[in-house]
């Protein structure tokens, strides 16, 4: 099973859409939330190219990007591949 993973933080609206936009397709996905860990958001920022906003999504491990990126792979249809579900 694909597994995704969705950093976030509470007053984001781009990770509630993300999270909307997992849930119409009927992906699990598994939150973390970085409001009260500033050094693991700062480790996932170093790891990942300096990318500092959120959400940050994975799909199995690989990073994405945030909303903006899973919703164009999404409406190019190469969200449902990433995700098994093709």
Do not use: Q
């Not at 849930?23 to 996905?29: D, G, Q, T």
């Not at 598994?30 to 906003?53: C, F, Q, V, Y």
């Amino acid at each position: 099973m694909t597994k995704v993973l969705i950093y976030t933080t509470t007053v984001c609206p781009y990770c509630n859409a993300a999270k909307n936009l997992f849930k119409s397709l009927n992906v699990e996905y598994e939150e973390i939330n970085l409001d009260s860990d500033s050094d693991l958001r700062a480790k996932l920022s170093a790891e990942n190219n300096g990318w500092r906003t959120v959400p940050m999504i994975f799909i199995d491990g690989k990073f994405i990007g945030g909303f903006d990126d899973a919703n164009k792979l999404h409406k190019e249809g190469k969200l449902l591949n990433l995700l098994g579900k093709n």
